[in-house]
Structures are given as structure tokens and as C-alpha cells.
């Protein structure tokens, strides 16, 4: 029992430091990103970002496939047999990042015909590149996940997002144009991997063994199969209005998706980092309680964000990226309703993959796609604002999906999802309703921003540490590092909320 509890408590103190050390690499990387974005929307115009952004296109649908889920399989393998496992996980990821740049400089010549773009010829084989030198340091990445080694991810993301970020803003000065964002790409990815290859001690002796394969794709094939199936959801719209509107629309629906992709998709991704290994070594009958938990918290970060970017979109847009931009406003609004609603359902989704049913995502992701591609014939030639609204109905259905999944799949009760999410629901509608009075009366763009957000900000965490205190003793104690471990504390909280449905 003690050596259980001690292993609990390492467990715990592992995943608080991953949340930390992975929302700090999301809060300061994204911040950095964010400053290079409204730079080079001052510098380039929309085409340039619709161009890269079809070519992105085609790397993203072909991304979740690369490397057939074998550094997924890698993080869930002990600690026994896990360096040897990445011996073969290196090779073939090596292999297969070889292969799929091979085939994405193959597709240049029939992109170019298809959205009738001739600069797509020469963009997606360089682009393309970048498969190659990601799959050099994906094992390093995955080990580090693994291991909640979140300081050297975080280390590594923000060499990718500084580098990409100087080297794009410099080539856009001399300007080259869409070929800024393309070499300032590959430039953060060699960066990523230098900086992840001198933290990671891990070193590969390039002996696979074909033997480990079998089981690792067996795993790592369903999770494959769902991450291609939502990159086709994710950027299905990319597709369409790339085709049918042009990519002086692409670029403006780019634009609109940046901040919500920035502050909550990405979000939703280090929640998923940290989630996957933290859940996978859960107790089975505590996991219902830790996906509470993680539904409060991702709640209490991703709504707030969410309100103010859908209720200060217009300023935002104005003050950040110039009036060229203006019709990006509607489409950044309705795209954060859908970003929100990837973001809720993450805790969902990475529980799944912990008890190894990954088959209930694929299921939901299928019927997504479907009704994506419906609503996208249906309605693409109406503009980027339709496009969007497809977006956001179809997100909203999934996640909707895996919530009522989740409270039979984990045993939770609809009372226990409620309990978990008022708090967040109640402080985030109540600090809307002054930051949209302020943007309503307010006219000049930076004055608005600042004011709507300082006086939201006041309200939501008046509102919050009213309706639970107990959030706010927790991270202070967590931050100062004197209380119990993270998962214990907040696993009796939840197991507290379970047995209070039992009485009543």
C-alpha cells in the first residue's frame, strides 16, 4: 500500500509539473506566435496565407498517418522495455517521415492544377521537407511525454515558435512573400529538434526489431485512424473555400481561425499531452473522478478564453492585424465557438484512449466527417461565414457525443458533469456582459481591448472564487509546493461529488 501511494504521489507531482511546464510552453509560446502572426499580417497580404495554408492542408491530413501512432504506442510501454522500443520506433518513424515528404512534393504538380495556384508546385516539396526533419526528433518528443518531462518539450516549442517566428518576419521584410512562412517552418522545426535532442539523453543505436511493430500499430493504428479523420474535419473547410472562394478568402478564414487556434485548440493540445500519460496510469475505477477533475480545469481556462475572443473579436482583429482584416471578424467568432467545443470534449477523448477504446472516437469522428462534407457542399459558396457555422454545428454535435459516452463509459453521472462545469459556465457569462457593453459603446480599437478584457477579467475571477474557492486554494498551494499531490487532492474532491450522488 505505501509503495502504491508513493507511486500515486510521484504520479501526481509528475502531471502538475506537466500541466505547469506544458501551459507555460502554451502561454509564452503562443504569445510569441501571436507577435510574429500580427507582424507578418502587417507585412504580407491575404493570399500569401491562403497559399501556405493549402499547402499546410495537405501536410496536416497526411500528418496523422506518418507515423501510424507508434510514438503514442511508445508512451504507454514500461519502463522495462521502452528504450528498446524506441530503438524500433525511431527507425520507422525516420523511414516514414521520409516517405510522406516524398509524397507531398509528389502532389505538388496536381495541387496547382486543382486550386489553380502555380506557386503550390514549388511550395509543397519544400514544405514537404518538413515530415523529414520532424521525424528526427519525434521519439525524443514522445520519451519526453512519457516520462511528464515537461521542461524539455516546453524548452523545445520554444525554440520552434522563436525561430519560426524571427526567420518568417525577416524573409517577409525582404519579401518573399508566402516563402517567409514556408522557411521560417522548416527553420522552427530544426530547431525544435536540436533543442530536443540535447535534453533528451535518449540516444537511438539504429537496431530495430520488427517483432515490436505488431502491437505497437495495433494500439497506435486506432489512435492513427482518429487523427486522420479529424485533420480531414479540421480541414476539410481549408479545402472547400481554397477550391471554390480563392485563397484571398482562405487567407482571411486563416486569419479568423489564428487566435482561436492559438489560445484554445492549443490548449486542448497540452491537455492532451499531459492528460494521455496521467490517465494511463490511473486506477480504472478513479478514472471517472480524475475526468471530472480535468473537465473542471479545462473548463475553467478554455470558456473564459473563449468569451473574450468571441466578444472582443472586432478589436481584437483591428488593433492586432490592421483593417485589411476586417472580414475576418465574424469568422474568428463562430470559429472560437467551434474551438471551445474541440476543447470540452479532450478529457472525454483522452480517457478513451487510455482504457483503450479508441473505437468510440473513430465512431464519433466518422459521423463528423460525413456531416462535415454534407454541410460544406451545402454551403460553401455562401462565404467563409457559412463555412465556419458548419464547423461550429458539426464540433458541437461530437462534443455533445462524448459527453453523453462519457457518463456511461466512466460512470459519471449528468449531476457530477453539471457540478463539475457551472462554476466555469456562471463566471464566464456574467464577465460577457461587461465586455460587451464596453465593446458596443467603444470605438477605438486598443482602448476597447484593454478595458473589455481588465474589467472581464475582474468579474470572472470575482464570480469564480465565489462559486469555488477551493480552486484558488489548490493552485496556490500547488504553486508553492507545500500540499498533497495533485491527483489525490483533486480525485477525493471528485470522489466527495460521487458520493454525495449516492446519498441523494
Given at each position: ?63 496523422g ?9 511508445l ?7 521502452v ?22 512534393a ?63 518576419i ?12 514556408v ?28 517483432s ?172 467563409i461565414?457559412?463555412v ?9 454535435g ?7 459516452v462519457a ?10 458533469l ?8 456562471i463566471a ?53 509546493g507545500?500540499?498533497?499531490?495533485v ?18
Amino acid at each position: 500500500m505505501a509503495e502504491k501511494a508513493e507511486n500515486e504521489h510521484s504520479i501526481g507531482t509528475r502531471t502538475l509539473r506537466g500541466v505547469l511546464w506544458g501551459y507555460g510552453s502554451f502561454t509564452g509560446g503562443r504569445a510569441l506566435s501571436l507577435i510574429a502572426t500580427a507582424i507578418l499580417a502587417r507585412v504580407l497580404v491575404p493570399e500569401d496565407f491562403g497559399l501556405v495554408a493549402i499547402a499546410l492542408t495537405f501536410m496536416t491530413l497526411l500528418d496523422g498517418a506518418t507515423d501510424l501512432g507508434l510514438s503514442q504506442a511508445l508512451i504507454t510501454q514500461d519502463d522495462e522495455v521502452v528504450e528498446e522500443r524506441a530503438e524500433t520506433v525511431f527507425v520507422f518513424s525516420v523511414g516514414l517521415g521520409l516517405l510522406a515528404s516524398g509524397i507531398i512534393a509528389a502532389l505538388g504538380p496536381a495541387a496547382a492544377s486543382f486550386f489553380d495556384e502555380s506557386s503550390l508546385t514549388a511550395i509543397l516539396p519544400v514544405l514537404g521537407a518538413n515530415f523529414f526533419l520532424r521525424s528526427v526528433g519525434s521519439t525524443h518528443y514522445a520519451l519526453a511525454q512519457r516520462d511528464l518531462d515537461f521542461r524539455a518539450r516546453t524548452v523545445a516549442e520554444f525554440a520552434d515558435v522563436l525561430i519560426r517566428g524571427l526567420t518568417g518576419i525577416a524573409f517577409a521584410l525582404a519579401g518573399l512573400g508566402a516563402w517567409s512562412l514556408v522557411l521560417g517552418y522548416l527553420a522552427g522545426t530544426i530547431a525544435l529538434d536540436v533543442a530536443i535532442w540535447r535534453l533528451i539523453p535518449w540516444r537511438p543505436r539504429l537496431k530495430p526489431k520488427l517483432s515490436h511493430l505488431r502491437g505497437m500499430v495495433g494500439f497506435g493504428g486506432a489512435i492513427s485512424g482518429v487523427t486522420f479523420i479529424a485533420a480531414l474535419i479540421a480541414n476539410m473547410d481549408y479545402l472547400f473555400i481554397g477550391r471554390v472562394l480563392g485563397t484571398d478568402a482562405l487567407g482571411l478564414y486563416t486569419l479568423g481561425f489564428r487566435l482561436p487556434e492559438l489560445l484554445i485548440i492549443n490548449l486542448s493540445v497540452v491537455a492532451s499531452a499531459v492528460l494521455f500519460p496521467a490517465f494511463s496510469s490511473i486506477d480504472r475505477d478513479s478514472l471517472g473522478h480524475a475526468y471530472l477533475v480535468a473537465l473542471r480545469y479545462v473548463l475553467i481556462v478554455s470558456l473564459p478564453t473563449a468569451v473574450v475572443i468571441a466578444v472582443l473579436a472586432r478589436p481584437l482583429i483591428l488593433a492586432l492585424f490592421g483593417d485589411q482584416w476586417v472580414d475576418s471578424i465574424v469568422p474568428m467568432q463562430l470559429l472560437t465557438v467551434y474551438a471551445f467545443a474541440v476543447a470540452s470534449s479532450v478529457p472525454a477523448g483522452i480517457a478513451y484512449k487510455a482504457t483503450g477504446r479508441a473505437g468510440i472516437l473513430l465512431k464519433i469522428a466518422l459521423v463528423n466527417l460525413v456531416l462535415t462534407i454534407i454541410g460544406l457542399l451545402l454551403f460553401v459558396d455562401r462565404g467563409i461565414n457559412a463555412v465556419a457555422l458548419v464547423q461550429v454545428v458539426v464540433a458541437a454535435g461530437g462534443s455533445f457525443a462524448q459527453f453523453v459516452v462519457a457518463t456511461r463509459l466512466l460512470d459519471v453521472a449528468p449531476s457530477q458533469l453539471g457540478r463539475a462545469a457551472w462554476p466555469a459556465f456562471i463566471a464566464a457569462s456574467l464577465m460577457a456582459v461587461p465586455m460587451y457593453a464596453i465593446e458596443r459603446t467603444m470605438e477605438a480599437p486598443w482602448p476597447t481591448l484593454l478595458v473589455g478584457l481588465l474589467l472581464g477579467s475582474v468579474v470572472y475571477f470575482a464570480v469564480l472564487h465565489r462559486t469555488a474557492p477551493e480552486t484558488f486554494t489548490f493552485l496556490k498551494s500547488k504553486l508553492v509546493g507545500s500540499a498533497p499531490e495533485v491527483l489525490d487532492e483533486l480525485t477525493e474532491d471528485a470522489t466527495r461529488a460521487h458520493e454525495t450522488d449516492a446519498l441523494t
